[in-house]
């Protein structure tokens, strides 16, 4: 997990953005930091935002290949 300490006028969509590259993972973001919860668009200075590690399609281990029943 990695921290990012707000920067006066921070908004959490750009700080997800800018960390994984996409917003696909904007909601868990927002739910693992109750600190957020009530904030305006523009988060002021000195908030610690979590930004937790989350497995992506890429990273997932390959399934194994399914094997047919002997009977």
Do not use: C, Q
């Amino acid at each position: 997990m990695s921290l990012y300490r707000t920067k006066d006028g921070d908004r959490i969509d750009l700080i997800v953005l800018n960390h994984y590259g996409d917003l696909v993972n904007l909601n868990d973001v927002i739910s693992a930091n109750k600190v957020l919860f009530g904030k305006p668009l523009n988060l002021e200075a000195g908030l610690d935002i979590e930004l937790p590690e989350f497995v992506t399609k890429s990273d997932a281990p390959a399934k194994p290949k399914e094997r047919g029943l002997l009977w």
